[in-house]
């Protein structure tokens, strides 16, 4: 399976049929500089919702960006030279990633710490798997996804930090994930693949402005985590690459997506927290989620899926202004016996469709489990699950399938001003069992669980909240910097 390349080009060949095609277009002793005035015509400037007093450039800890030459030691040197300001009245660091292709293993991060990439810069993920460190699985997990036992660790990690910032003038982190693919496929791995991005346990993360391509699975992956924002990204992976999920927030709270454009091959959001047992020990839910302005093209999966691993809980996500084209489907919610917890207050309106398999789809017997250990009396409530204002064209499987538990159906559903247009007629156009609520102007009109028409306060709307979640609160500041000398060398030799 060949990867992508961020080029308008190969997005036309891959998104063909589409009618919107758009991208957000002396190593230790050197001295991190304060920041001042920029040199006119410099990439000088970016916004995040702190900004840093101290600049180092990856070039000046000996890094060659020409796309062979690995540089692990210096991504890892300059991490450790910029922690000296990660404490409290240290002023916080940014590491500038110049132009050039910057092969490297994997590194962390630290606290109070920016990320920088030039546009021109490509941060390339090694494909030499010993390079790899393997790391225990996540409590939350009891094993790694891919197989029992550990997994391999991210590209680029962090755990217990505090202010994280990953920006830039739309640069790449490129993962290479061709080879993992192919190892995966024929079982050639004994652990499960690392992501792109994975900040765990950490307080107040920002992601914006950057490309993210070909990870070995999953792409950005925080974990444990509170008060997350992630805007302005795009991800790219061929469409049947495995578990390429775009944005996966995990057992993590006051979460803000928005602005993103995602092409994956699985669901380009998947809201998580835990997995059976695992995670109803550990006990920790995904709640207060934003998901705004998000496009997806995902064939064989969803714009927004919940769960399944969903075994610490999954309540209050607000999904608002979205589209999807060529996706298998909306909103998905998966689940299944052994799960436990719940996912309640789900609210989707005004989203965009185009081209989908089906627009509606829940599943109450997901068959994944971590082991025979689940608790078989373990059944997770569904409840309180709203769409409001959709609009889908060229649907052509089914309307919807909607599949709750066995003496645990999933209730409180509510459909409000849904139309979808069918490709041809099909005999049977929705699929329901173990499901109950209320629907109002829905064409084709829905199965007979959900025909009870929608009354009461608010009329023929069905709820979406009106208070403001903590997260909608940060805001971005321009911050700005001085190019170090060894920077702008770079940038110049390279182009």
């Given at each position: 399976m060949a990867p992508l390349?961020?080029?308008?080009?190969?997005?036309?060949?891959?998104?063909c049929s589409l009618f919107v095609v758009f991208l957000v277009l002396g190593a230790p002793a050197a001295a991190a500089r304060r920041h001042a005035p920029a040199a006119a015509g410099e990439q000088s400037a970016y916004l995040a919702p702190a900004c840093r007093e101290h600049t180092a450039s990856l070039a000046e800890f000996g890094g060659v960006g020409d796309g062979t030459t690995s540089n692990t030691a210096a991504f890892r040197a300059a991490v450790e030279h910029l922690s000296q300001y990660s404490g409290d009245g240290g002023g916080g660091g940014m590491l500038y990633v110049p132009a050039g292709r910057w092969l490297t293993a994997p590194f962390n991060l630290t606290s109070h710490f920016t990320l920088f990439l030039?546009?021109?810069?490509?941060?390339?993920?090694s494909q030499n798997i010993s390079e790899w460190p393997v790391i225990a699985p996540l409590p939350s997990y009891g094993r790694g996804r891919d197989h029992a036992g550990g997994r391999y660790t991210s590209l680029i990690s962090g755990s217990n930090l505090t202010?994280?910032?990953?920006?830039?003038?739309n640069g790449t982190i490129d993962g290479q994930g061709a080879t993992w693919w192919s190892k995966y496929k024929s079982g050639k791995l004994k652990y499960t693949r690392g992501y792109l991005i994975e900040l765990m346990s950490s307080d107040t993360i920002f992601i914006s402005n950057v490309t993210l391509l070909n990870s070995p699975a999953w792409n950005i992956h925080p974990v444990y985590s509170k008060n997350i924002v992630i805007q302005g990204v795009t991800i790219l992976a061929p469409t049947r690459s495995p578990n390429t999920d775009g944005i996966n927030p995990d057992s993590c709270s006051q979460v803000r997506i928005e602005d993103c454009y995602v092409v994956s091959g699985d669901d380009c959001v998947a809201i998580k927290s835990g997995w059976d047992e695992y995670g109803i020990a550990a006990g920790i839910p995904t709640e207060h989620v934003i998901v705004r302005r998000l496009t997806c093209v995902s064939p064989t999966s969803a714009l927004?899926?919940?769960?399944?691993?969903?075994?610490?809980?999954?309540?209050?996500?607000?999904?608002e202004d979205v589209a999807a084209v060529d996706t298998e489907s909306a909103v998905r919610i998966k689940t299944a016996v052994g799960r436990g917890a719940y996912v309640k207050d789900i609210y989707a309106r005004r989203m965009t469709l185009t081209?989908?398999?089906r627009v509606f789809w829940m599943t109450g017997d997901y068959k994944s489990h971590p082991d025979d250990g689940y608790d078989k009396t373990a059944v997770p409530v569904v409840e309180g699950v709203s769409f409001q204002d959709v609009?889908?064209?060229?649907?052509?499987?089914?309307?919807?399938?909607?599949?709750?538990i066995s003496g645990a159906p999933f209730k409180g559903i509510c459909m409000a001003n849904v139309t979808m247009e069918m490709t041809k007629p099909r005999k049977v156009m929705w699929n329901c069992a173990d499901v109950e609520g209320v629907s109002t102007g829905v064409t084709p009109a829905p199965c007979g669980q959900l025909q009870q028409k929608q009354d009461g306060a608010g009329g023929s709307d069905c709820p979406f909240p009106t208070?403001?979640?903590?997260?909608?609160?940060?805001?971005?500041?321009?911050?700005?910097?001085?190019?170090?000398?060894?920077?702008t060398v770079a940038a110049r030799t390279t182009n």
């Open positions: 390349q961020a080029s308008p080009l190969l997005h036309d060949q891959i998104l030039h546009s021109d810069a490509v941060i390339l993920a202010d994280v910032v990953i920006t830039g003038n927004v899926a919940i769960g399944s691993e969903m075994s610490g809980g999954v309540r209050d996500v607000r999904i081209g989908m398999k609009a889908a064209t060229g649907v052509w499987k089914e309307a919807a399938r909607m599949e709750g208070d403001k979640l903590a997260v909608d609160e940060v805001t971005v500041q321009q911050c700005t910097y001085s190019l170090p000398k060894a920077a």
